[in-house]
Every structure is written in structure tokens, then in C-alpha cells.
């Protein structure tokens, strides 16, 4: 078919699409009339179509795809980013900084999810569910048993690991599309419970977390009489922000934890086999790998990272309640995953920072979120499935001389 | 009283599993023939709701009065602009990834629903909408007293005869026409389909086509009886249909069917006599229950992964 008459019919079909959903839309019973938005979209559909076609030969110029930015700029990058990150937070106010503190959460989160999905190849729609049990047993732990921050953190992160590990081990022996399905059954399930279970969780209204101590001293203004707070113990003037920056810290502390830890997992034998049965399931079992125990240890660490990502939230929260845990959640994870390049490390970092300030940044932006992510992730599916900067795989090369 | 209460908590059961069962034919249709499951199929049951109220109101503001020209109007505007809608998705989304790794269709399914529902939600607005009655009235089954009776509203008997027509309707298409069966030479096998001459990427069109169509009947069907939907909607009842997909054994449509029922009477029986609040939550164990212990299905086949 020839380029105009594809154009056409593109036009011609987007306008069959567009216009009973765009060009009118229901007010009551009736019809408000927006007749001019479906011409408009068939238009773009149309222009889009067009460039497509001449995009269609366009590749990146060699030396900017083949560059290899992560052994190259390794260092220089982590200095920076360490760096700005001391810096950070003396320099900006208090929301500024729940707003980082936001990013590192979702850092947290995508690290964890990268390893299921990006390392393991398996497609995890729940992953909002284990975040809320690192949630909710720091906030209900700390209602009825009175658990502190530093008992909920890794018993938060054990159990989602549990949860995950108890999930994952029937549904992994079947073929992997089943897990989307399951975990975003069990993302629901864990909400719905959440939610109905008035008397233990408080349903809707939610449950109070407290503000973790530094070592055992707390950050209020006041502390309890016999207790001594933060700002007495240092003889410093008390702030508000000191706990924020303090979160910021901590969390960043776990961060690079983790980033370490991922670093390190990729090069041991169980990196290397998630990476492999992502590629080749059935070549692994035939090598003996045993493909249940090898994906249900990324499906568990990647779990108790969510829980570990669910208590901090909780915590610089200081409340939770199920609308933090819908489905939108999961897809927003994921969309970070993707977007970052699955399996690349640097990349989802950097995908996690910018998809959650830019929302803050940009108002206007957090009303198309969900409908820009959903076109980022199919075109990135189609034109680059391994990220924008694609992650190299570490390999053993044979040292490049001159001759 | 009790032997009543059962009884209509059979015909609301029949009734939800029918409109599950539509649109699990759509999953299992499409898992069949490439192997994926198509997250976005519950969108597309939720824009023919949309498409149902937007096209009813049309047909009043052209002065339509009589209900069953309307519904028969507004049945075949909707099929066919959802079908549209089924066939786009597939062009744009999913051929092109036809022969990526398996993770990259599902993730991009995951990408168009979350672009249907904001779309939906953002041309639509986020509030729930409705429309007005059109269907009132119905029969009192085995009446013995004021209270002791069973209800079948009109509507709800639509749907499960409609229902039971698309049926029969699709069973013909796949047994009987040629284009049938390239639809089941190319789940066979696709390759050799495609050496013998059937242009498999047609077939797998028309197959998407077809599962968005029946949604489509599904969409205007409760439309019709609850009278109620937000953007949302596609989230809950795409789960609730792979569930039945899965229960009747995915890959097969009269399993598709079944599985519809079954779950349907499950969730009514369910909610009638033990908790309301807690129905999906019992919906979807009875899927993560049915994967663990019978991934085949009811009338479904074990999967043997070639090389």
C-alpha cells in the first residue's frame, strides 16, 4: 500500500476511534459536543503516521549507541550522585525533601522489582502487595505490640519475603504469563483485605505509623520525661527538619545498600541463572538448573525489598491507609522499570528520580501521568525493550591493543 | 423461604456468569492463538459501557422512543466501534512485538490499558456516569406468597439470552466458515499454517476483533441492567473473566463458558450467604486456587512447552 493511502486510512480509522469517546461526552443523560477533538487527534494520528515512516530507517549514530557508558563513566556518575546527595539536603526545605524522600522510596522499590522482572524475566503486576505488608505490619505492629521502627523494618521485609516466597512457589511452576495474572490477583486480594478488615486495620481510615528514633532517641519537641530527644542530646536548636534529613539518610544509606547488593547478586551463580532462565528456560532445566528454586529467590528478594520499601513509606508518612496501594501503584513501578531499561541498573535509578519529581515539578503533567507512561512503556516495548541506555552485560573481553 | 432465596441467587449467578463468560471468550481466544494474555481486554469491555451510554443518548436526541429498536442500534454501533477499538490495539500494540521476548506484549498490554482507562477517564471524566432505565419490569418466578418469589427482571433475561445467541453465533464462525478454520489451523500451528497459505496475521486480527465484539456484547448487556460505570470498571471485570477463562480451562471456548458460570453462580452464592465485602477477594483466590491446583481447567488441556 502506498505511504499517502496508509496515512489516509490511518486518519480515517483514528476518526472511527476518536469520535464517539472524544468528541462528545456524557453530561447527565445528555451530550456536551466537542466536535473539534476527534479531528484533531486524527490529525496528529495521521502526522504521527507520516513521520513514522521517515523515522523508520533514522538509528541512533553509531558511536552514541556503542558507547559504553557504564564502564566508562562509572565513577565519575557515583561521585556525583553520592556527592549531590550529602549536599542535598541542607540546601532545600522540607518539602523539596519529602519529595527526594518520596524518590528514594521508589528507587528502593524499582531496585526490587527490577531483580523479578528485569533479572528474572518474571512479570510481578503485584508488587504494591508486598509493599503494603512492609506498611501495614510497621503501622499495626506498632499499634497492637508496640514495635518500634527498628523491629518492623527487617520483620516487615521477612514477611513479604514470606508472603512472596508462599505465592510464588505454586505459581512458578507453571508457565510464567500465570504470574502476571496471580500477582495481580494477590495486589488486590491484600487490598480488598486491607480495606474490608475494619477491625484490625481500620479500613479506609487507616492506621498511624510513628516517626523512626535516631538510636533510640526521638525527634519530638517535647520528648517523654525521663526520655531525651534529638535536639537536646546534640544541644542543638530544635527543628521540624532534622528528622527529614534524617530519613533522607537513612534511606539513602539502604539504598546504596542494595545498589551493592544487586551489583554483587549479578555476578554470582544465582544472578547469572535468573539472567539465564530469562532467556532460556527450557535450555536451563535441561543444564540442571532447577528453575523453581533459582526464580522464587528473586521473586523473595524482591518481595522483602517492597516490605522494606513499604516500612520506610510508612514511616515518612506517618500514616497508611489502602488507597496508597492500588493497582495504579504496581503499573507506576513498573512503568519505572521499564522505562529505566529492565536489568539495568543505573538506569531504573535514574528513571525512579525522574518519574517521581517530575509529577511534583510539572502539575499539569500528574493529570496525563498514567496516559504518557501507558505510551511510554508500548513504545518502548516496540523500539527499545532494553531500556533507552541499554545494560551491558559484564562479560570477559580480551583487552583492546593498539597495533 | 430459603429454598427461594437460593433459587435467586442461582438466576443472578446465571446472569453474572454469562457476562463473564463473554468476556473470558476474548482471553481464551486470544491466549489460543499467541500465547499471551491480553491485559487490556477489560479496557475494552469498559469503552463499550461507555460507548453503550454515549450512543443511547445519541438515539434519544434523534427522538428514537421504542427500546428495542434502540437496543438493537445501539448493540450493533457498539459492537462495531469496539471491535475497531479490539483491532487497533492489536495493530498498534502487539504485531509488532509478535516475535519479541515474552515479557514485551504483556508489558505493553499493561501500557495500553493504563493509556484506555486515562484516556477514558480524561475525554470522559472521572465520575461514575449512567443511564437512564430502558428495560423496566420483569416476572415473578414460582410465586407462593408476597415475599416468596424469584425475580427475572427483563434485562437480566436479555442477557442471558443474548448471551447464549453470541454463543452459539461464534461457535458457528469457528466450526463452520473457512475463516474459522484458519482460527484454528493457526492455533494448531502457526507456522504451518503460514507455509499452507493462511495469512496469519489476518487470522489474528480477526480473532481480537472477535474477542473485543463479544466484550462488546458483554459492555452493552450490563450496561443495560446495572445502569452504572466508571473508567475502572475493565480493571475488576477483566480479572473476574480471566479467572472464568482459566476455570473453564484456557483455550477452550465452551470452557470459556462454563468458566463464566461457574464462577458467576461461585460469587453469587458466595455473596449472598456468607460476606458481600469480601466477593472479589473470594473471586480471586478461586483463581490463584485454580492455577495451584488445576492449571488445565475445567475442560481445558495440559500445556506441554516444545522446544
Known amino acids: ?403 | 423461604m430459603t429454598g427461594h432465596i437460593f433459587a435467586q441467587q442461582a438466576v443472578n449467578g446465571l446472569v453474572l456468569g454469562s457476562v463473564y463468560g463473554l468476556i473470558a471468550v476474548g482471553y481464551t481466544m486470544v491466549y489460543g492463538i499467541i500465547g499471551m494474555i491480553n491485559f487490556a481486554h477489560g479496557e475494552i469491555y469498559m469503552i463499550a459501557a461507555y460507548l453503550t451510554a454515549i450512543f443511547l443518548a445519541g438515539l434519544t436526541l434523534l427522538g428514537l422512543q421504542s427500546p428495542p429498536l434502540a437496543i438493537l442500534l445501539v448493540l450493533a454501533a457498539t459492537i462495531a466501534c469496539t471491535a475497531l477499538y479490539g483491532w487497533s490495539v492489536e495493530r498498534i500494540a502487539y504485531r509488532p512485538l509478535r516475535h519479541a521476548n515474552r515479557l514485551a506484549p504483556l508489558i505493553s498490554a499493561i501500557g495500553i490499558s493504563l493509556i484506555l482507562q486515562n484516556y477514558v477517564r480524561l475525554s470522559q471524566g472521572a465520575r461514575t456516569q449512567g443511564i437512564p432505565s430502558i428495560l423496566d419490569g420483569g416476572f415473578h418466578l414460582f410465586a407462593s406468597g408476597p415475599d416468596a418469589f424469584v425475580r427475572l427482571t427483563h434485562a437480566q433475561l436479555l442477557i442471558v439470552v443474548t448471551a447464549i445467541i453470541s454463543m452459539f453465533l461464534l461457535h458457528f464462525f469457528i466450526a463452520r466458515t473457512a475463516m474459522g478454520r484458519a482460527c484454528r489451523a493457526v492455533q494448531q500451528d502457526r507456522v504451518m499454517a503460514s507455509l499452507l497459505g493462511v495469512n496469519t496475521d489476518r487470522v489474528i486480527a480477526i480473532v481480537f476483533v472477535l474477542g473485543a465484539g463479544m466484550a462488546a456484547v458483554a459492555g452493552v448487556l450490563v450496561t443495560l441492567n446495572y445502569g452504572s460505570f466508571d473508567f475502572f470498571i475493565g480493571f475488576v471485570a477483566g480479572i473476574k473473566a480471566f479467572t472464568a477463562a482459566v476455570l473453564g480451562g484456557i483455550g477452550s471456548l465452551p470452557g470459556a463458558m462454563l468458566g463464566g458460570v461457574v464462577l458467576g453462580l461461585a460469587e453469587s452464592f458466595f455473596s449472598g450467604f456468607v460476606n458481600t465485602d469480601y466477593k472479589d477477594v473470594f473471586a480471586f483466590s478461586l483463581l490463584v486456587l485454580v492455577l495451584i491446583f488445576k492449571p488445565s481447567g475445567l475442560l481445558g488441556v495440559p500445556e506441554v512447552e516444545k522446544v
Request: aromatic share 12%; charged share 15%; net charge positive.
Open chain 1, 1 to 403: 500500500m502506498s505511504e499517502a493511502k496508509e496515512t489516509l486510512l490511518t486518519g480515517l480509522v483514528a476518526l472511527l476511534l476518536f469520535a464517539p469517546l472524544t468528541g462528545v461526552s456524557l453530561e447527565g443523560y445528555g451530550l456536551n459536543s466537542h466536535w473539534q477533538n476527534p479531528f484533531l487527534l486524527a490529525g496528529m494520528a495521521m502526522i504521527g503516521r507520516l513521520l513514522l515512516g521517515r523515522l523508520r530507517g533514522l538509528r541512533l549514530p553509531a558511536g552514541l549507541a556503542e558507547y559504553d557508558w557504564q564502564t566508562r563513566l562509572q565513577r565519575p556518575i557515583l561521585a556525583v550522585v553520592v556527592i549531590a546527595a550529602l549536599i542535598f539536603p541542607w540546601l532545600v526545605g522540607k518539602y523539596w525533601l519529602n519529595v527526594a524522600t518520596l524518590a528514594l522510596i521508589y528507587v528502593l522499590l524499582a531496585l526490587g522489582l527490577n531483580i523479578v522482572v528485569g533479572l528474572a524475566g518474571l512479570l510481578d503486576l503485584g508488587f504494591v502487595a508486598f509493599y503494603a505488608v512492609g506498611a501495614y505490619f510497621y503501622a499495626l505492629g506498632f499499634k497492637y505490640l508496640d514495635l518500634s521502627f527498628w523491629i518492623a523494618l527487617p520483620g516487615g521485609a521477612l514477611l513479604a519475603g514470606v508472603c512472596g516466597m508462599l505465592l510464588g512457589f505454586p505459581v512458578l511452576r507453571m508457565h510464567g504469563d500465570y504470574l502476571a495474572i496471580v500477582t495481580l490477583g494477590f495486589g488486590e486480594i491484600v487490598r480488598l483485605v486491607l480495606n474490608n478488615w475494619i477491625d484490625f486495620t481500620n479500613g479506609p481510615n487507616g492506621v498511624r505509623a510513628p516517626f523512626p528514633s535516631f538510636f533510640g532517641l526521638d525527634f519530638s519537641r517535647h520528648p517523654m520525661p525521663g526520655k531525651s530527644s534529638f535536639h537536646q542530646f546534640f544541644n542543638l536548636p530544635y527543628s521540624s527538619i532534622h528528622k527529614e534529613i534524617f530519613l533522607f539518610f537513612l534511606l539513602f544509606i539502604v539504598v546504596c545498600g542494595m545498589v551493592y547488593f544487586v551489583r554483587r547478586l549479578r555476578r554470582m551463580p544465582l544472578g547469572r541463572a535468573w539472567e539465564a532462565l530469562r532467556e532460556d528456560e527450557i535450555a536451563c532445566r535441561a543444564l540442571g538448573i532447577n528453575h523453581v528454586t533459582v526464580k522464587l529467590s528473586a521473586f523473595g528478594i524482591g518481595a522483602m525489598t517492597g516490605g522494606i520499601g513499604g516500612a520506610f513509606f510508612a514511616a515518612s508518612q506517618g500514616f497508611v491507609n489502602p488507597t496508597s496501594f492500588t493497582f495504579m501503584e504496581s503499573a507506576h513501578i513498573l512503568a519505572i522499570v521499564v522505562l529505566g531499561g529492565m536489568g539495568s541498573t543505573a538506569g531504573v535509578i535514574g528513571a525512579a528520580v525522574i518519574l517521581t519529581v517530575l509529577p511534583e515539578a510539572l502539575r499539569d503533567f500528574a493529570e496525563y501521568r498514567g496516559l504518557l507512561f501507558g505510551c511510554a512503556m508500548v513504545m518502548m516495548m516496540i523500539w527499545r525493550p532494553r531500556g533507552l541506555l541499554r545494560s551491558r552485560r559484564a562479560l570477559f573481553r580480551r583487552e583492546q591493543r593498539a597495533c
